[in-house]
């Protein structure tokens, strides 16, 4: 079982490479943004899976702290981006 969880964790690795590209080449900052909340749940699984692996609850609540700040960045740029949006542009909202 502990194969699957090693193959598991390879795969979400090869994610966060994606992830990589993604915000290598953008092109816009939403893209870029996107590909930051893939590194957090994506993060967040790799320590919940290790946590399994290795039976250490503690890589639990820090898989949860990722996780919840990947959530607040998030609101973070999406109020940001809100807020740069030039006056009458309502279609954007």
Do not use: H, K, N
Request: charged fraction near 15%; aromatic fraction near 8%; glycine fraction near 4%.
């Amino acid at each position: 079982m502990q194969y699957f969880y090693f193959a598991l964790i390879l795969f979400l690795l090869l994610t966060l490479v994606a992830g990589l590209w993604r915000i290598r080449r953008g092109p816009t900052p939403a893209d870029r943004m996107l590909a930051a909340q893939l590194f957090g749940t994506t993060a967040a699984a790799i320590l919940l899976v290790l946590a399994e692996v290795s039976d250490a609850p503690a890589l639990r609540d820090v898989a949860l702290v990722l996780a919840l700040l990947a959530a607040i960045t998030v609101t973070a740029f999406t109020r940001r981006a809100r807020i740069s949006l030039p006056p009458g542009d309502d279609d954007a909202r």
